[in-house]
């Protein structure tokens, strides 16, 4: 017992001495840093904005964020996102995925239903159900986007027009004579219409909305029908085919969003397809077509104007060491205040339909009483969700199909023949005409 | 504050060394190895933590080599990238698309290369300096965006789109540079951070090991110093004890007792010391009751015990011996010669002095006066005590009471005598015939000399001459029958046991001149065998006479009966060893049955023995100092031999 309570006493004087000599040693926990990579859009204006929020953030939580960049196109996105998203990879912990994936990355994030309940209820159920994949909600919309024409103000009233074109074949007219008009006026880089051309998921959106428009459907319906062979499809395409070379540069095949917006900048289109951000960077100042152009919703066809519906929405990764402060990052990014102070500085479309009724947001973006009206009725969804994991095939298959048709290496009969093939062989869905559409040829 | 904390440390060290000072329950060499231990403990752990310091500032130098590793690393892919820009610019300036086609892919090849390069050497790092979350996927977003910029332009191009190509390059291609340009400043940011904070952690490093040092030397020291006392102290106070326990124990004082403490050694050693006091307490009763018990036997037993020294001085006389003698320790005690009977007393003294010359055992018997006056007889001894080295160093001796014995002994002498003597007589009884036959022969020759004698005187002229040879012859055989009857006289005169100078050939001759008649009138042929040189022996010749004549007479006797062969006795003398002569009588009569029951008293196979012969033959033997037995023969009958001592110079 005595000789326990020597050793004891011996050891706590080895103790106190030892802790004595390592009390500076010891060091404190650094607080919670999280990473976060966003795919949007990284002008300038807009990275400085976000550079602010996430500083309010930090300082109302005091968790730090650390600001991930992101490659240009979705195809490198998703190739990038893959590789931080792997079990071991301490990878960001708040990811802004696109509209189209939560199909293919669902297993990667969390169910964010239980965490915003109230937020998604009251908002645009179009674009909520894209991020919802079974009952789970893979993400929160964040960005939300739709394809928009936008237009040279000055030169469609010098060219005696008074609003834009309501139709793809009013468009065509109108970019023809202006870009003639120009041209005459030794602009010889002059184009009446940029779009996105290249092969990738911009061209899927692009040809959408021309086939969609003219009721050919929206590749694979709702009803789980691939419509893409039919006559209506076909001369969409065609017609776009037909731009290539004529009212859009020949490069246009090779064009993405960037290059649409790198000549439209440079006051060398008459109308351009591009999402809502091209706005800033139009309008920012020292640009030539400040003030000079306005925006409106995609031209129509037979079954009217719609826009594909694009954007982003926020996740969080399966593998973050911090959801619960993850959690609170995207309830930040999505707060009220948040999207107002955005609409107003980077013309970020909200998500939330009540915004849309603001003064303050609508005098600053007088044309977002546009989009709320789109995103209600002018939207076309891509068939991210229907086809899961197989959608990045199927979109692949599609675009290249059309991009075949755009440089002339196939008919568009003998595309639509083959891409429809194609996409029963990867869906194993069947074939069928779009709803309400004519009969196949 | 810092007195305070002395005397607490004070106070500490006491409590520790009071826990520590009497830690008697371990052993000393274990207490030794542990304060050793905790010692070499303390020191040890000085050094892990010293060793941990350094190994703290390597590691902050690995790491700052590591951060400028990283940003060298992250110039490079800058610098290949504006090389890369630079370029692809050039070649969009000449808007030659094939150009673009062959030259992009090997300027794509090169900046790759320089990134793929990047990407490995950063893995190399450090993993806490890979940890930095943006290098990775800035790296990631470079790469695949100049790969599909490159692309786009290469598209952009082939379909002859100079201006797209122009426009992509100053709007998207180069604000890929602000990229890395925002890579490179943070990792520079990073790396001048880091550094400060290294250089921070070095001089805490130092300080803490300047504090360390001298901390734990200095504990080491107090701890060595305040165990050492410690265990010296618990050494030495119980080895006190024990000094003290000895010497007690050597001044004889068994029951002290010493204090014990603890289980160690030294706790062991106080345990057998008490032990070994307690069992010498219990030897030494032992030894005082085992001296009272013996002292007690020698008191009281029949018989008085002496010691002396070696020169026969006495120096222990028991009880007995003063209550026997009648005198005390003051009164004469000691001089035992007053006690001893006045002729009895040269003798012992000279055995004595003849044993204490000797250095030998000395047995006297001894008349002693008894306190009534009277003397009794004792048989003394005393043997010697000899050391390792055969040195006497002193004599023990008893006196015991033979009076008894001595008398019985006499009264057994005289029986014996007695009955020597009536054996004698019975032998004459049986010799009358015998001896009236020798003497009548004479007597005869007498009468018929005598007869002839008176007829040469009576004749005419008396034949004077003849007569006289006829009275001649009459002396002569008068003297003869004279000597016959002298002889026999001599044989049965109780004489007393005179021993003279004899020779036993003679003696063995008269004998047989005595039987010579006897046996020749039982056809017995008596043959001797007389060794002529032997030597004279110094004997009763009476009773030698005695028992020649009682083993011839048993030997004729014991022929009696004999009738198919010649009757022979044969007597032998001769020498039995250098320093006596035996006598052999042999017959061959019927032999012995029973050689041993021959020698007992009263044991006759004759119709009229008595049975006494050769019992006390053998007594008459043994009292000469010779042996007697019977040998068988190898024929028939018997021989009975005796021996006797010659006369030789040194004996009386």
Redesign the interface.
């Given at each position: 017992m005595?000789?326990e309570?020597?050793i004891r006493?011996?050891v706590a004087?080895?103790i106190v001495?030892?802790s004595l000599?390592?009390a500076?040693?010891t060091s404190v926990h650094a607080p919670v840093t999280l990473?976060f990579?966003d795919q949007g859009w990284?002008t300038p204006a807009f990275n400085q904005e976000r550079e602010r929020e996430l500083q309010q953030f930090t300082r109302e939580t005091g968790i730090q964020v650390?600001l991930?960049?992101?490659?240009?196109?979705t195809?490198?996105q998703m190739?990038?996102w893959r590789?931080?998203l792997r079990p071991g990879v301490?990878?960001?912990d708040v990811y802004t995925i696109d509209v189209i994936w939560p199909g293919i990355l669902n297993e990667n994030f969390l169910d964010l239903k239980p965490y915003f309940a109230s937020e998604i209820s009251g908002g645009f159920s179009a674009i909520t159900a894209s991020y919802t994949v079974g009952n789970k909600l893979v993400a929160v919309p964040y960005d939300t986007d739709i394809g928009l024409l936008y237009y040279r103000t000055d030169l469609l009233r010098e060219y005696g027009y008074r609003e834009p074109p309501r139709t793809w074949d009013e468009l065509e007219i109108m970019a023809a004579r202006i870009q003639a008009g120009e041209r005459a006026k030794a602009k010889k880089?002059f184009w009446g219409f940029v779009w996105q051309g290249?092969a990738t998921e911009a061209l899927t959106c692009n040809a959408l909305e021309w086939q969609a428009a003219e009721g050919g459907g929206q590749v694979i319906e709702k009803d789980q029908t691939i419509s893409v062979n039919n006559p209506d499809a076909i001369r969409a395409w065609q017609r776009a085919a037909r731009w290539v070379g004529s009212i859009s540069?020949?490069?246009?095949?090779?064009?993405?969003e960037?290059?649409t917006?790198?000549?439209w900048i440079?006051g060398?289109a008459a109308f351009m397809r591009n999402w809502t951000l091209g706005y800033v960077d139009s309008q920012a100042a020292g640009s030539p077509i400040r003030n000079k152009f306005d925006v409106s919703l995609l031209p129509g066809g037979k079954t009217g104007r719609v826009g594909t519906l694009g954007g982003t929405g926020l996740a969080v990764s399966r593998f973050s060491a911090h959801p619960r402060e993850a959690v609170e990052l995207v309830r930040f990014l999505i707060s009220r205040d948040v999207q107002v102070k955005r609409s107003r500085l980077v013309s970020q479309a909200p998500t939330r339909p009540e915004l849309y009724e603001l003064p303050e947001v609508l005098a600053a973006n007088p044309r977002f009483a546009l989009l709320s009206q789109a995103f209600r009725t002018g939207i076309v969804s891509r068939p991210s969700n229907i086809t899961g994991k197989k959608y990045e095939q199927v979109s692949n298959a599609y675009m290249q199909a059309v991009h075949s048709v755009l440089t002339g290496e196939r008919s568009a009969p003998e595309s639509a023949k083959a891409l429809e093939n194609e996409l029963v062989r990867i869906t194993g869905l069947k074939a069928g005409p779009p709803p309400g559409g004519s009969a196949r040829p | 504050m810092q007195r305070h904390t002395a005397t607490e440390f004070g106070r500490l060290v006491k409590r520790v060394e009071e826990k520590t000072l009497h830690p008697a329950r371990l052993n000393i060499g274990s207490r030794l190895i542990l304060c050793f231990v905790f010692i070499i403990l303390v020191m040890l752990a000085a050094d892990a933590v010293v060793l941990w310091q350094f190994q703290v500032v390597r590691a902050q130098a690995e790491r700052l080599n590591g951060i400028d590793q990283k940003l060298v690393t992250l110039l490079r892919v800058h610098a290949s990238l504006l090389e890369f820009y630079a370029g692809l610019e050039a070649i969009a300036q000449t808007q030659d698309a094939g150009l673009l086609v062959k030259e992009a892919g090997a300027l794509r090849t090169v900046a790759l290369n320089d990134i793929q390069h990047a990407v490995s050497s950063f893995s190399l790092l450090p993993s806490d300096l890979q940890r930095d979350p943006n290098f990775l996927p800035t790296i990631h977003v470079i790469q695949s965006s100049l790969t599909s910029q490159l692309e786009t332009i290469i598209k952009l191009a082939t379909s002859g789109d100079w201006r797209a190509v122009q426009l992509r390059l100053s709007n998207q291609v180069r604000p890929l540079e602000s990229m890395t340009s925002a890579l490179v400043e943070k990792v520079d940011h990073d790396a001048a951070e880091q550094r400060t904070e290294t250089v921070l952690n070095a001089g805490r490093v130092q300080r803490l090991v300047f504090m360390i040092v001298p901390t734990t030397a200095v504990f080491a020291l107090l701890i060595a110093a305040t165990l050492g006392l410690a265990i010296t102290r618990s050494i030495t106070q119980p080895l006190a004890r024990l000094l003290e326990g000895s010497k007690a124990l050597a001044r004889g004082e068994f029951q002290h007792h010493v204090a014990i403490q603890g289980q160690d050694e030294l706790a062991h050693l106080g345990q057998v010391f008490n032990d070994t006091a307690r069992r010498l307490r219990d030897l030494y009763a032992v030894l005082q009751s085992s001296e009272d018990r013996l002292r007690l036997v020698i008191d009281t037993i029949p018989a008085h015990v002496w010691s002396a020294g070696p020169d026969g001085t006495v120096d222990f006389i028991n009880r007995r011996w003063l209550e026997s003698t009648g005198l005390s320790l003051e009164n004469g005690g000691w001089n035992w010669s007053s006690a001893v009977h006045p002729e009895d007393l040269t003798r012992f003294v000279n055995s004595l002095h003849l044993a204490l010359a000797a250095g030998g055992p000395m047995e006297c018997e001894a008349r002693l006066r008894q306190a009534d006056g009277k003397y009794r007889w004792f048989l003394i001894r005393n043997v010697p005590l000899h050391d390792e080295l055969g040195n006497i160093v002193k004599r023990y001796g008893t006196s015991v009471d033979i009076e008894d014995r001595k008398q019985a002994e006499d009264a057994l002498r005289q029986a014996q005598a007695d009955l020597a003597h009536v054996n004698r007589v019975n032998t004459m009884g049986e010799l009358t015939a015998s001896l009236a036959h020798e003497v009548n022969q004479p007597l005869s020759a007498i009468a018929a000399n005598g007869h002839a004698c008176l007829r040469w005187l009576s004749a005419d002229p008396p034949n004077l001459a003849k007569a006289r040879e006829a009275a001649e012859r009459i002396i002569r055989d008068g003297q003869d029958a004279g000597e016959i009857v002298r002889r026999v006289r001599a044989l049965f005169r109780r004489a007393p046991g005179e021993k003279d100078v004899l020779d036993l050939n003679e003696v063995i001759g008269e004998v047989l001149r005595l039987l010579g008649g006897d046996a020749g009138k039982r056809g017995i042929e008596v043959e001797t065998d007389l060794d002529k040189k032997l030597p004279a022996v110094v004997a009763d010749r009476v009773q030698l006479q005695q028992v020649v004549l009682n083993l011839v007479l048993n030997g004729i006797e014991a022929m009696d009966q004999v009738a198919d062969r010649q009757k022979t006795i044969l007597i032998r003398s001769a020498w039995d060893g250098p320093n006596a002569a035996v006598v052999e009588v042999q017959d061959n009569g019927a032999g012995f049955e029973n050689p041993e029951r021959a020698f007992e008293a009263f044991f006759t196979t004759k119709q009229n023995g008595m049975g006494m012969g050769l019992a006390i033959c053998r007594s008459i033997i043994e009292a000469h100092h010779g042996r007697l037995w019977v040998a068988s023969n190898k024929g028939p009958g018997a021989t009975v031999c005796f021996t006797i001592p010659l006369k030789t110079s040194g004996t009386q």
């Open positions: 005595k000789r309570l020597a006493i011996e004087v080895c001495v030892l000599l390592l500076d040693c990473t990579v990284a650390k991930l960049p992101s490659p240009e196109s195809r490198e190739a990038l590789e931080l301490s990878g960001p880089e290249a540069p020949p490069g246009e095949v090779g064009y993405k960037w290059d917006l790198n000549v440079a060398d | -």
